[in-house]
């Protein structure tokens, strides 16, 4: 921030630090901050809105007509003022009437003002009011000038809490849910278990007393001790993590720690000290705009990566005010299920692994770090989880059950039995399954299955032993570029692809899939082409083919590869293939790199066997081209059933609509299935399809040999091979595809039950 501005901005605040000292009424002080802030910016029109019982009252004006105070209502999200309520936003318009959402109130006298700027007032990261300016002559606010109505409207939400003006103005604790009678909370799958304990809220809410400081110097003081303090513990936690094994969670707690020393974001805080803030203020104004910044990043990785910063925030602002820390500072004293609108990494390590049972975000994604460390740790987490201030109190006894994507909150003893009965049957039939750990997924007419399981991290390759499983058939590299925060190094990938390989040994195959990034797994720091956002990302610019545009990024990743299977039998498949000639052109990049090692003496694998996954229908029209240049073919039934159906599978109303043993699908993969046997190529199945038993079941009859699924699934789908005659069903099934009855799921399942197949 320019000089200037910053002088503008403390000269504001210490006025506003005047009029907030007065002996007057909460009234008269909003009626001199519209005043301040409309003189300093030169500005015609400042009104403060404020929310109460659920609409925005104008509750103070310089320059619209009085008696519209009190008078001018708007909804959330009505309007300009009621938009940046509902969107928590800022608005900079030249002209306001040509806004969308602009809403005329004649009692304002408003139509005379052109430009329009205004900003959301917070109060505990929700919107408790709207600071407006407004100049008759049609212009933008400047940057500085935003900034300064971002840092009064700061102040302006201690002011107008204090003086209990806004809804919910009570103490900063803990709410009290509505209801103290049992329920039933939805959410979204992140790390597979069950556990039960009693809620305990990862962080209190940390309430700032003062927002204007008196000495700066003084304040930044105070924010250097705190960031020494925070970067000393994040250096000693990162350093004691304990883990199973090396793996991806390494690479997530360095990225994490990168943040933690990242000078822009320490120039950013200093920089809000300068305007006249006191060092908890200045930490929660750019705490303020990260999460501004996060609402508007369509990209869920990269929201993901903000989370981190926004973690380390907290922990910055707890260390500088002195207040009490988090659940695990204070520690756990019983079996607990942690709660958090999102945790970082480095967070969850602090707690007591004896004690932390599972873990509720109110957010929380696949690819976020905390997910990857959570699973690392065993921990089971369930995210999604909304409104959990709303119906879980501090203490309640929660029974976690992640398989089935939801918490029970203050259950019944009934409910409570009923857990403990589940969590026994599902220990038994693991422990059932895991002594089929050495048996072979042999049908009972004689024909074996190869079980493989599905990996993106090193981690997972202990799945292998633990599940008896044939080998990985898709192991995505992608995962390593996902979670770091710059494109990895080559020696660094390489590390990876070996030690995925010697953990693997030499009688377990690994095959690797080239990077599938893109769509909805972009990264920050890989530049898309020009062109803007793109409309339908899962069918955009992904995969194979951004990996052929970016030439470096595939041969980087190539002679990764190469090198890490030196000696060995190298397996790689190339994602989303549409044409014969995409893989001509990425199996091209493998050779030359192969020919530049050789070229240098270097060793390189005995043998490469590449692959292609069909997961774009147009590639099945072409299969007889395609076959004789392949040594195997994966289906990717995940994106094949989007693409076929022409429905997103993560829309919430499509989700449920398209059954994958829909006769189209199924009639699909028996063609696919003949012409690869016709071809003497092997088919496999990758996806979620292959590791449901009724679903698996149907694709072996249907010549689908090969199977690679999560590990979970691994135990269900060898109880079923085995109870499986092939012979019998394959007739059966070919019967019903040619005339399908009204429901193929319902008429299979009836001929797995007639014939002793094990489903469950």
């Known amino acids: ?65 009085e008696a519209a105070v009190h008078v001018t209502k708007l909804a959330v999200g009505e309007g300009l003022v009621g938009t940046i309520a509902g969107n928590i936003e800022t608005l900079n318009l030249d002209e306001a009437a040509a806004h969308p959402d602009f809403a005329y109130r004649p009692e304002t006298g408003e139509e005379r003002f052109h430009s329009f700027a205004g900003v959301p007032i917070i109060r505990r990261e929700r919107a408790v009011g709207v600071l407006a300016v407004q100049h008759a002559e049609s212009r933008k606010y400047d940057d500085v000038e935003i900034e300064a109505l ?182 756990l004293r019983q079996d607990t299920i942690l709660i958090a609108r999102n945790l970082g990494p480095a967070e969850l390590l602090e707690y007591d692994r004896r004690r932390l049972k599972g873990v509720i975000l109110e957010e929380g994604s696949l690819t976020a770090h905390v997910t990857i460390v959570a699973r690392a740790m065993g921990v089971p987490v369930l995210g999604r989880v909304r409104e959990v201030r709303r119906l879980i109190a501090e203490g309640d006894r929660l029974l976690l059950d992640v398989n089935s994507e939801n918490v029970v909150v203050r259950p019944t003893p009934a409910m409570d039995e009923a857990f403990e ?181 270097k060793k390189v694998p005995n043998e490469i066997r590449f692959g292609a996954m069909l997961e774009v229908p147009a590639l099945a029209e072409v299969l007889d081209i395609l076959l004789p240049k392949i040594d195997f073919l994966s289906v990717g039934t995940n994106d094949l059933t989007q693409f076929l159906f022409a429905a997103d599978r993560a829309h919430p109303k499509l989700a449920l609509r398209y059954d994958w043993l829909s006769p189209s699908i199924l009639r699909f993969l028996r063609r696919v299935s003949r012409e690869c046997h016709e071809a003497g190529v ?19 009859a249907l010549g689908i040999d090969r199977l690679s699924i999560t590990p979970a699934a691994i135990g269900p789908i060898k109880a079923m091979v085995r109870s499986l005659d092939r012979a019998a069903l394959k007739p059966a099934l070919h019967a019903l595809l040619d005339t399908p009855p009204a429901d193929m799921r319902a008429a299979l399942t009836a001929w797995a039950q007639d014939n002793g197949v094990e489903l469950a």
Not at 8 to 24: K, N, P, Y
Not at 256 to 266: I, L, P, R, V
Not at 498 to 505: N, Q
Not at 685 to 698: D, K, Q, S, Y
């Open 150 to 331: 971002q840092t009064v409207a700061m102040v302006l939400s201690e002011l107008i809490a204090n003086a209990g003006l806004i809804d919910g103005h009570e103490g900063g604790g803990q709410a009290k849910p509505q209801s103290t009678a049992p329920v039933r909370v939805p959410g979204f799958k992140l790390v597979d278990g069950m556990a039960a304990g009693f809620a305990v809220f990862h962080q209190p809410r940390i309430t700032i007393e003062h927002t204007v400081a008196e000495d700066t110097e003084a304040e930044r003081h105070r924010v250097y001790a705190a960031f020494d303090k925070m970067r000393e513990q994040i250096d000693r936690m990162t350093s004691q993590a304990e883990f199973g094994a090396a793996g991806e969670h390494e690479e997530v707690l360095a990225t994490y720690k990168m943040f933690a020393y990242d000078e822009g974001w320490s120039r950013r805080i200093n920089e809000a000290i300068d305007s006249g803030l006191t060092a908890e203020a200045a930490i929660e104004r750019v705490q303020q705009r990260t999460r501004m910044r996060m609402r508007e990043i369509a990209d869920p990785l990269l929201a993901d990566r903000m989370h981190d910063l926004e973690d380390l925030s907290n922990r910055l602002l707890r260390t500088v005010s002195g207040q009490m820390g988090t659940a695990a500072q204070m520690g």
């Open 682 to 700: 092997p088919i496999a199945v990758c996806g979620e399809m292959g590791g449901r038993p009724l679903e698996a079941m149907t694709l072996i």
């Open 421 to 601: 009965a589940k969590l026994e049957i599902s220990q038994r039939r693991r422990a059932a399954f895991a002594a089929l750990k050495s048996e072979p997924p042999v049908t009972t007419d004689g024909h074996r299955v190869t079980l493989m399981v599905n990996a993106g991290l090193r981690d997972d390759v202990a799945a292998l032993d633990l599940t008896g499983a044939d080998g990985i058939g898709l192991f995505r590299t992608e995962f390593q570029f996902l979670v770091s925060a710059t494109l990895p190094q080559r020696e660094r990938q390489q590390r990876l692809y070996k030690d995925v390989l010697d953990a693997a040994g030499e009688h377990r195959p690994v095959i690797f899939r080239t990077v599938d990034i893109g769509g909805d797994k972009a990264l920050p720091y890989l530049d898309h082409d020009e062109g803007g956002e793109e409309e339908n990302p899962a069918m955009g610019w992904r995969a194979l083919r951004l990996a052929l545009d970016r030439g470096g990024l595939m041969k980087a990743q190539a002679r990764a590869l190469l090198e890490a299977a030196a000696g060995r039998t190298l397996n790689v498949m190339f994602p989303m293939v549409s044409e014969p000639w995409e893989f001509d052109e990425a199996k091209a990049i493998f050779d030359a790199q192969r020919e530049w090692l050789i070229a240098r003496g």
């Open 1 to 65: 921030m320019p000089t200037t501005a910053v002088a503008s901005a403390r000269e504001i605040l210490t006025r506003l630090h005047d009029v907030m000292a007065a002996r007057t009424n909460a009234q008269a002080k909003l009626n001199g901050v519209v005043g301040i802030i409309g003189e300093a910016l030169d500005s015609e029109v400042c009104s403060i809105y404020l929310l109460r019982e659920g609409v925005l009252e104008l509750f103070a004006t310089r320059g619209l007509d």
